[in-house]
C-alpha cells in the first residue's frame, strides 16, 4: 500500500478564497483523522470519522471548516473562505482498529496570503 | 476529559548516550493506548512505539523503551544510544478506547550532539 496521500503538499492561496485538502487513508482503515499542526498550538485535531461517519468534529475552529468522506477511500476538509490565520500544516492519517496505531500523511502545507 | 502533557519543550542528549523524555496523561477510562511519534525536520509523523493500558510489561522496540507507571500516568520514553538522526520533534499521543479519539501532546524536541 502506498500509505495515507494527501494532496495538495503546498498550496498558496489568497485570503478569501475556497480551499480544499484531500486524503486518501490506507486501504481496509476504518478510522480517518484531520489534524492541523501549528507552532502556536501544536497538533490539534480537528475531526475524526469512523466508518465514513463523522464521530467528533469538536476540533473545527469555526465554521468556515468543513470536512467529508464520501467513501472509505476519499476524504475532504474545506475553508471557505480562508484566512491568513489558517495558514498550517494539515495532516491526515489513519489506523485500523482501536488502540493501533495512526499512519500520517506526508501532510499539506497552506499558506493563506 | 482526556489530555496530555508533555513538560519538556527541549532536551539536549550526547551521542550514544540514553535520553528519557515525558509525558503524563489524564484520563478516568481503564482501557486505552499511550504512542510515540517522532517528526524529523522533513515534517513527517513517523511512528515509534506503543503501550495499551492492560499491558504487563513495558513496550520496547529497538533502541526504544517506553516506561509505563499506570499509577503515575506516565509514559516517558527512553531512547538508548543516541544517534545523530535521533534528532527530532517527539510527540506523546492517547487513544481511549471509549471514544477512539488520538490526541497528542505538545512535543519535545531533541537534539543528539556530536
Known amino acids: 500500500d502506498a500509505g495515507v496521500i494527501q494532496s495538495p503538499r503546498h498550496e498558496v492561496t489568497e485570503m478569501g478564497q475556497e480551499v480544499t485538502l484531500r486524503c486518501k487513508p490506507i486501504?481496509?482503515?476504518?478510522?480517518l483523522f484531520w489534524y492541523r499542526q501549528t507552532m502556536m498550538r501544536g497538533l490539534e485535531l480537528l475531526i475524526y470519522f469512523n466508518n465514513n461517519v463523522p464521530i467528533d468534529d469538536s476540533g473545527m475552529p469555526e465554521d468556515r471548516f468543513s470536512a467529508k468522506m464520501p467513501n472509505a477511500s476519499f476524504s475532504t476538509l474545506k475553508i471557505q473562505p480562508s484566512e491568513p490565520r489558517d495558514s498550517a500544516v494539515y495532516f491526515c492519517a489513519s489506523r485500523l482498529g482501536t488502540n493501533t496505531e495512526a499512519f500520517f500523511g506526508q501532510g499539506t502545507r497552506l499558506t493563506v496570503v | 476529559a482526556q489530555k496530555i502533557t508533555q513538560t519538556q519543550p527541549g532536551m539536549f542528549v550526547q551521542e550514544k548516550e540514553a535520553v528519557t523524555l515525558d509525558c503524563t496523561y489524564d484520563t478516568s477510562d481503564p482501557s486505552y493506548g499511550l504512542f510515540w511519534y517522532k517528526q524529523p525536520s522533513s515534517g513527517e509523523m513517523i511512528f515509534l512505539i506503543y503501550q495499551g493500558s492492560y499491558d504487563q510489561q513495558n513496550a520496547t522496540e529497538g533502541r526504544y523503551s517506553l516506561n509505563f507507571q499506570k499509577a503515575r500516568k506516565s509514559a516517558n520514553l527512553v531512547i538508548s544510544a543516541s544517534q545523530l538522526g535521533d534528532s527530532a520533534m517527539y510527540f506523546c499521543a492517547m487513544s481511549k478506547d471509549s471514544s477512539y479519539k488520538l490526541i497528542f501532546g505538545s512535543g519535545t524536541r531533541l537534539l543528539v550532539r556530536p
Open positions: 486501504s481496509g482503515h476504518d478510522y
